[in-house]
């Protein structure tokens, strides 16, 4: 009570102090650096990760790209291969006028190579940077090489996926804000009974958003994702904590008429209620730091730290906000437009066995929609843009004109043999996928010597320790071809040089699925008993958290077994976040309709009375919070033309939807059935079945 009353004496103060803290937070969330690559989250120790760091330490290269040139004559591209080769960090331009020296006839130039760089009217170069994929130097060349080049000029890669994915993220991002604030001011507007109320409520949420962006500057940096997400979901989870502050600040008064005291109180109540239901949902985002993709605990930390500034906002700012404009409050009041909910709760005790019948039928619908999705997942990143953005038309373009899909690189001991390299070489070219091989030993044939290659492009292929060869596959990066494919040259590789290793974006994804499909099956696990143990702490019951996970988690099967259904392919990121954050997320409208009832079977009601009570008391909060996360969430899976956003959002806010059906038509029936099980299994409900046996 005395932090509440601090809260009430200080509001002035309050208020001009998260007034000026937005400056710098402003400042830092502009300067917060946003991570476009997925592939940095992988695990540091794994060949792959180490691979890439060779490279670049050994060869003084990191990112790589094709450039297709198409209608220009040679002479021409000649003249375009030295202005890329003169962009910043631009380290290398391959062509096939590089592999022979120009004393050299360019007669001598074996066929099976000069196609691999021609095609009717186009031609094809290899660009390598001396920086990483994703970093912005890379990107600025990106940017600069595509500014040389004219329209005829297709550049694919990763770093140029990065660079559109960039661009269209801070096309949409300011979008998503505006659709989210509009539609959850629609929701606030219609079910609460204040018009100017959820206006506060935005103030007050949107100034803990910008506190919550800011202090990610701490971070280093943050994921695309987290960027585009935070705030959308941050606005969604805690709108309930301030509709909770209004709605006790309105029955304080009823018992307080001195405002500041009934705030206080209000204040004391929230921080009771809301800290106890807000620790389900930062454990669901906590429970995402455990995977070893770091990308959970990218979004993990921003959310769980969105939800904790969420908690304070509704008890310092909003207060402060509603006690200043409380005179325009009170001439801006409506009756609210929720019905009375005691005849559909009435209705639902009375047919309850209907719904448990239900309830069973799902369930097997439901898994196997849930476990084939999850098996039905893709990786590929290339496939979360729009098929007319400038990267997809050139991946495009190099897998029609040039069968060309995904690109590797092959790293060995320099000392291996000359007759080694080329039979390895031969090898690979054997595989099933692999279109071909380039590297100093293959480049020319048996007959011609090292000797005669440009001094440039053999410090291109080979440094003082490790060799490297260029292999070109038909198959996508992140197929099932593709990874097997992987498996058989890494097999082939480590024959010839067990320290050899096989890197590159398509190695990358490989790992990435083995890693996310482990952090799946953990994630889940920490979560639900992470959110167990809060359930079995807040009710102290040891059933009532059983039942209460199973209807929830009845809803995410649903939620994530629609897609299989409806012929959807979800990005392979999706059902990680979307199981835990619903589950952590919806999890509380089930925990406030279980604390009503058993707080009226603990004053004797009976057991059909006290769940038409619950359900009917806490249907309207339910649906207010349920439909203020559908429509925070619903006009972004609208509007986003990226598919990771587009698909999160869309589950989100069906999840948020079919949450608020399980909670309001299962529940109840569920608590009926288990009332006996969870009065003997709960604190200070032991004797309520002994009496009423004893009445019998």
């Known amino acids: 009570m005395k932090f509440a009353k601090g809260v009430v004496k200080y509001r002035a103060a309050i208020l001009i102090t998260a007034f000026v803290l937005l400056i ?122 595509r500014s040389i080049a004219n329209e005829n000029c297709f550049l694919s890669g990763m770093s140029a996926m990065i660079v559109d994915l960039r661009d269209l993220c801070e096309k ?16 606030m507007i219609i079910f609460l009974d204040n018009w100017v109320i959820p206006f506060i409520f935005l103030i007050s949420i949107g100034m803990m958003i910008v506190l919550n962006l800011g202090t990610n500057f701490m971070l280093g940096q943050i994921s695309y994702i987290t960027k585009a997400l935070s705030a959308v979901l941050q606005l969604a989870v805690t709108m309930d904590y301030s509709i909770f502050l209004w709605h006790c600040y309105g029955d304080m008064k009823k018992s ?146 040039y069968h060309i899909a995904s690109t590797l690189m092959i790293l060995t001991d320099a000392d291996m043999t000359e007759a080694d390299a080329r039979s390895m070489s031969k090898e690979l070219e054997t595989v099933d996928g692999v279109k071909y091989v380039i590297g100093l030993e293959s480049l020319l044939g048996d007959d011609i010597p090292e000797e005669i290659l440009p001094d440039r492009l053999v410090d291109t292929l080979k440094s003082e320790n490790l060799e490297l060869m260029i292999l070109n596959s038909e198959y996508y990066a992140g197929s099932e ?50 959110i167990f143990l809060i359930i079995f702490l807040v009710e102290r019951s040891l059933v009532l958290p059983l039942i209460l996970i199973a209807v929830i988690e009845l809803g ?55 769940v038409k009570d619950a359900a009917a008391l806490s249907i309207p909060s339910i649906i207010v919070s349920g439909l203020g996360l559908f429509a925070a969430t619903f006009g972004v899976a609208l509007y986003s033309k990226i598919d990771i956003i587009d698909s999160i959002c869309m589950l989100l806010s069906r999840g948020a939807i079919i949450s608020i059906l399980m909670v309001v038509f299962l529940l109840p029936p569920m608590l009926l059935l288990f009332d006996r099980p969870i009065c003997w299994t709960t604190l200070g409900m032991h004797g309520i079945c002994k009496k009423e046996k004893e009445k019998r």
Not at 41 to 64: H, N
Not at 134 to 142: F, G, K, Q
Not at 178 to 184: E, F, G, K, N, T
Not at 482 to 501: A, C, F, H, P, W
């Open 24 to 145: 710098p937070a402003l400042y830092l969330m502009v300067h917060t650096r946003v991570n476009y690559d997925m592939l940095t989250y992988l695990p540091s120790d794994m060949d792959t990760v180490i691979g890439q760091d060779e490279l670049k330490k050994e060869f003084g290269k990191g990112a790589f790209s094709f450039v297709i040139v198409e209608g220009m004559s040679t002479e021409d591209v000649v003249q375009l291969k030295e202005k890329f080769q003169e962009v910043e960090h631009v380290d290398t331009v391959l062509w096939y006028d590089s592999i022979l020296d120009p004393s050299i006839p360019m007669e001598l130039l074996p066929d099976r190579l000069y196609d691999a760089f021609n095609k009717d009217d186009s031609t094809m170069m290899a660009v390598f940077f001396d920086t990483g994929t994703s970093e912005d130097e890379t990107l600025n060349a990106v940017t600069k090489i």
């Open 172 to 187: 949409e991002e300011p979008v998503y804000v505006i659709l989210a604030v509009i539609l959850a001011l629609v929701v």
């Open 256 to 401: 307080f008429p001195d405002r500041k005291e009934a705030m206080a109180h209000a204040i004391k109540e929230t921080l009771t209620s809301v800290v106890g239901s807000s620790v389900t949902t930062i454990a669901g985002f906590i429970a995402l730091c455990s995977m070893s993709f770091t990308l959970g605990a990218d979004i993990g930390i921003v959310m769980a730290k969105g939800v904790v500034l969420g908690v304070l906002g509704s008890v310092t700012i909003l207060p402060s906000l509603i006690l200043v404009l409380d005179r325009m409050l009170q001439r801006t009041s409506h009756k609210p437009l929720i019905p009375d909910m005691h005849r559909l709760a009435g209705g639902i005790v009375k047919v309850f066995p209907v719904f448990l019948i239900i309830f069973v039928l799902l369930i097997p619908p439901a898994l196997y929609g849930y476990t084939k999705t999850n098996d039905e997942v893709y990786y590929d990143l290339a496939q979360c843009l729009p098929e007319d953005i400038n990267f997809v038309i050139s991946n495009r373009k190099l897998q029609d004109d």
């Open 481 to 530: 071809e593709e990874n097997q494919q992987i498996d058989v040259l890494t097999r082939i590789v480590k024959s010839y040089d067990e320290k050899g290793m096989v890197i590159g974006e398509a190695p990358c994804m490989k790992d990435m699925i083995e890693i996310t499909g482990h952090d799946f099956t953990v994630v889940n696990i920490i979560s639900l008993i992470a």
């Open 556 to 610: 995410i099967f649903i939620n994530l077994g629609l897609p299989h259904y409806l012929g959807q392919t979800l990005p392979f990121i999706a059902p990680i976040c979307i199981s835990t954050i619903q589950l952590g997320a919806t999890v509380d409208y089930a925990i406030l309709m279980t604390t009503i009832y058993k707080n009226k079977r603990i004053a004797g009601m009976a057991k059909k009375e006290a």
